[in-house]
């Protein structure tokens, strides 16, 4: 069995590819792929910048240069669909690539079309935990054990696991209950279906840690899991997606974005990370950790309400605070800095302004996305493929985006 330790991104695959990944610092996304600790930074190479056309003759515009990232990554990764949207203060681009039936030839996705987005999932959770905190339903600071006083939660001496924990992934829990570990091995297996509340109920009154809580980052898919079920039940909602359409999706008409993907018209076919057809993956006790499917249209209208300035208060402040600082390696391209309420604060080489993001995976997509409030930025990747180069590709991007405006945030 691969260990978990060796699943370079670790967010939403299966263990093949199980694993999720997330930052430079320890993303595993739900047994799907992800990233250990402080070591995606380094991990990502550096790649050559497009500035010429095929011919030499020009540089290229900056639709050109998204084009040129775009063509890179499809000659080494033909399966599955492909979109991509951007958002820059002069312009919105979008492309859609590979064919949504998995076959060539056929319909190429569009602004529309639904992918999974796994671990990008746990950014609304951050959010409905900063709302959860503003009406009063828990403080950030109590013990799990208060806010849910019939439930058993593991304690380390006598530190107990608290909600800002949960969502910054130092709770000391692992990154997924061993149920869906199991499962995750038989790839015909929809990992984390059959994971109940109930399920989760009697592990957390079993399950024992080995460190304090707030002590060390873990990326732990579980954690945010059982933070979305708290939140639900604090709600009075029978599940997360019910919690996460009343109060982001409905409010902010993302009509698109829904918690199970499997019985929608129009998704694309998914393959793995070997290039395999996969399974599209429901979520019952751990929706929070990472159900979501969404589309590029309402990734944008997501976007937009870190980017637009009236609504810094009630979205890019929620997920601001709290931040805990995390391992950065300084010498490259792509520095994410610290965690906050489910979104990673970065900053680009030689550049000052903020870039909070997140990235997806499950066993048949992987997705990225990322904001820069100050340049009204936003990228939105998603692919219908398990493969990671995703995240590259859609930094490339980002960093195309932020190069628009040479001396600019310098």
């Keep these: 069995m691969i260990s978990l330790r060796n699943f370079r991104y670790s967010r939403f695959l299966t263990i093949l590819g199980l694993a999720i990944l997330g930052q430079g610092l320890l993303l595993v996304e739900l047994c799907a792929k992800e990233d250990p600790p402080a070591k995606q930074d380094s991990s990502i190479k550096d790649a050559p910048a497009p500035k010429k056309d095929a011919k030499g003759e020009k540089e290229l515009t900056l639709e050109e240069k998204f084009k040129a990232r775009i063509a890179a990554f499809r000659e080494k990764q033909k399966k599955g669909a492909l979109a991509v949207a951007i958002l820059t203060s002069r312009s919105e681009f979008f492309d859609g690539s590979g064919s949504i039936s998995g076959k060539e030839g056929d319909p190429a996705p569009t602004s529309a079309t639904p992918f999974e987005i796994g671990s990008i999932?746990?950014?609304?959770?951050?959010?409905?935990?900063?709302?959860?905190?503003?009406?009063?339903?828990?403080?950030?600071?109590?013990?799990?054990?208060?806010?849910?006083?019939?439930?058993?939660?593991?304690?380390?001496?006598?530190?107990?696991?608290?909600?800002?924990?949960?969502?910054?992934?130092?709770?000391?829990?692992?990154?997924?209950?061993?149920?869906?570990?199991?499962?995750?091995?038989?790839?015909?297996?929809?990992?984390?279906?059959?994971?109940?509340?109930?399920?989760?109920?009697?592990?957390?009154?079993?399950?024992?840690?080995?460190?304090?809580?707030?002590?060390?980052?873990?990326?732990?898919?579980?954690?945010?899991?059982?933070?979305?079920?708290?939140?639900?039940?604090?709600?009075?909602?029978?599940?997360?997606?019910?919690?996460?359409?009343?109060?982001?999706?409905?409010?902010?008409?993302?009509?698109?974005?829904?918690?199970?993907?499997?019985?929608?018209?129009?998704?694309?076919?998914?393959?793995?990370a070997a290039g395999l057809p996969a399974n599209a993956w429901t979520f019952d006790a751990l929706g929070g950790a990472g159900c979501l499917a969404s589309t590029t249209d309402d990734l944008l209208?997501?976007?937009?309400?870190?980017?637009?300035?009236?609504?810094?208060?009630?979205?890019?402040?929620?997920?601001?605070?709290?931040?805990?600082?995390?391992?950065?390696?300084?010498?490259?391209?792509?520095?994410?800095?610290?965690?906050?309420?489910g979104a990673f604060q970065a900053r680009a080489k030689g550049r000052n302004e903020t870039i909070y993001w997140h990235n997806g995976g499950t066993g048949g997509f992987c997705s990225f996305w990322a904001v820069v409030p100050e340049k009204k930025i936003a990228v939105v990747v998603l692919c219908s493929v398990a493969d990671r180069k995703v995240d590259r590709m859609g930094i490339d991007l980002l960093l195309e985006a932020l190069k628009q405006d040479g001396s600019a945030g310098k």
Excluded: C
Excluded at 138 to 151: H, S, V
Excluded at 214 to 223: D, F, K, R, V
Excluded at 314 to 323: C, D, K, P, Q
Excluded at 329 to 341: H, L, V
């Design 121 to 272: 999932t746990k950014v609304f959770t951050g959010i409905l935990l900063s709302e959860a905190v503003e009406r009063g339903e828990l403080r950030l600071d109590e013990p799990l054990g208060k806010i849910l006083p019939d439930w058993k939660f593991p304690e380390f001496d006598t530190r107990q696991i608290t909600a800002i924990d949960l969502t910054t992934h130092t709770s000391a829990l692992p990154p997924v209950p061993l149920e869906v570990t199991a499962r995750a091995i038989m790839p015909w297996l929809d990992p984390y279906e059959t994971y109940t509340v109930d399920k989760l109920k009697k592990d957390m009154g079993t399950l024992s840690i080995t460190r304090p809580p707030g002590a060390s980052q873990a990326y732990s898919n579980l954690g945010v899991g059982l933070l979305g079920t708290i939140l639900t039940l604090k709600a009075n909602k029978e599940r997360f997606s019910d919690l996460v359409k009343e109060r982001i999706l409905d409010p902010w008409g993302m009509k698109k974005t829904v918690p199970n993907i499997k019985k929608l018209e129009g998704r694309p076919a998914a393959f793995n």
């Design 301 to 341: 209208i997501f976007s937009r309400k870190f980017l637009d300035p009236q609504d810094k208060k009630t979205v890019l402040a929620r997920v601001m605070r709290n931040w805990r600082d995390l391992p950065t390696n300084e010498q490259a391209t792509f520095q994410t800095k610290s965690i906050g309420f």
